[in-house]
């Protein structure tokens, strides 16, 4: 089966520097939620879409943006990089919007901030 | 404050032990969700538990919902090498329209 896209995998920035990280959900499902995981933490929540429109916004810092496109991929964008935002970023997607409805994950992007 | 406290936070047992892991919170959740996670890797998802009281079983796995939904908890039956990682339970709470994970529960089964 089919699952949840990330790309790129592993990703090397210098501070100030910008980064684009790309998901591509399940086919079919509409909802895309981004999280951010720092060595040794539990997965936070940044930002979620459905059906291209942002749905609701955890703690992701005002340097980040997202969108989510027509054909449902996200994109996260990451500007003015910082050393903290080294972490393990997650997409995950799912088939509508509602809290019963159960995020897949992708295998994640591994950012370094140097 | 974490919403979904697991515990315990780190097991380490021999192959063949069985183990229980917990996940409570003070409130009450749409639906329960269990992952297992390997380094670097994303949360992979075992189970959804979304009817209070509810069990299900996945091969030696056996996961229940409180019946009150604030709860629930993961009980493994003869564990394997294969099991270890780290296990999450997340949830979406309807009050705060989120969705959080719980604070983990590290596994290391030893051969």
């Known amino acids: 089966a089919a699952g949840v896209i990330q790309s790129p995998r592993h990703l090397i920035k210098e501070k100030r520097e910008t980064a684009t990280l790309k998901c591509y959900p399940i086919?079919?499902?509409?909802?895309v939620y981004w999280y951010q995981q720092g060595p040794g933490q539990d997965p936070q929540f940044l930002i979620s879409?459905?059906?291209?429109?942002?749905?609701d916004k955890g703690s992701i810092p005002d340097r980040f943006s997202a969108q989510q496109f027509s054909d449902y991929h996200s994109e996260l964008n990451m500007s003015s990089l910082e050393l903290g935002d080294s972490a393990l970023y997650f997409c995950?997607?799912?088939?509508?919007?509602?809290?019963?409805?159960?995020?897949?994950f992708g295998p994640g992007t591994r950012l370094l901030v140097l | 404050t974490q919403l979904l406290e697991q515990s315990p936070q780190f097991l380490s047992i021999q192959e063949g032990e069985n183990l229980t892991v917990y996940c409570n919170s003070s409130s009450v959740f749409s639906s329960l969700q269990w992952y297992r996670q390997e380094p670097g890797e994303g949360p992979v998802l075992l189970v959804t538990v979304v009817t209070g009281g509810e069990v299900k079983k996945l091969k030696r796995l056996t996961f229940q919902f409180g019946d009150a939904r604030k709860d629930s908890s993961l009980h493994i039956t003869a564990a394997q090498p294969g099991d270890t990682g780290l296990y999450l339970c997340?949830?979406?709470?309807?009050?705060?329209?989120?969705?959080?994970f719980g604070s983990g529960t590290k596994l290391n089964v030893k051969p």
């Open positions: 086919p079919r499902h509409d909802t």
């Open positions: 997340a949830g979406g709470l309807p009050d705060f329209n989120k969705f959080y």
């Open positions: 995950a997607s799912s088939l509508g919007q509602g809290l019963q409805e159960t995020q897949y």
């Open positions: 879409f459905y059906e291209k429109m942002q749905s």
